[in-house]
């Protein structure tokens, strides 16, 4: 059974800055990618980061700039650092990992419970 912990949300103000932490465990052979979303209410969920196992990187447009998204392949680990946020960052946000696991031959999709990020004005 795999299971992907985040911690690291909260309530900060503008400007400020957070960091969002996701552990992988279980049965993991491989996983590529790893990332963050996140569900602002009444919104779609949408892809915030994401980062290969060679490090490769992708953001969305509107935190470029202010969000960094690093990993640590052998701890499993997926990290984003939020910096300068605003109030249109508050959401959940989730973290997401596509893994293989050592009974399985196919990629499958995990997710966290999701972490409350809420930026005050």
């Known amino acids: 059974q795999v299971q992907l912990v985040e911690s690291g949300g909260g309530l900060v103000q503008a400007g400020g800055s957070l960091r969002l932490s996701c552990a992988a465990s279980g049965s993991i052979a491989s996983i590529n990618p790893m990332g963050w979303y996140r569900q602002a209410p009444g919104k779609q969920r949408e892809l915030v980061a994401t980062i290969t196992s060679g490090g490769d990187t992708n953001y969305l447009d509107s935190v470029k700039g202010r969000c960094t998204i690093s990993r640590d392949n052998f701890k499993n680990t997926v990290s984003l650092q939020m910096n300068s946020l605003k109030a249109e960052d508050t959401a959940v946000y989730y973290c997401?990992?596509?893994?293989?696991?050592?009974?399985?031959?196919?990629?499958?999709?995990?997710w966290g419970q999701g972490t409350q990020v809420t930026v005050s004005s």
């Open positions: 997401n990992a596509h893994i293989r696991t050592f009974s399985s031959s196919t990629w499958e999709p995990y």
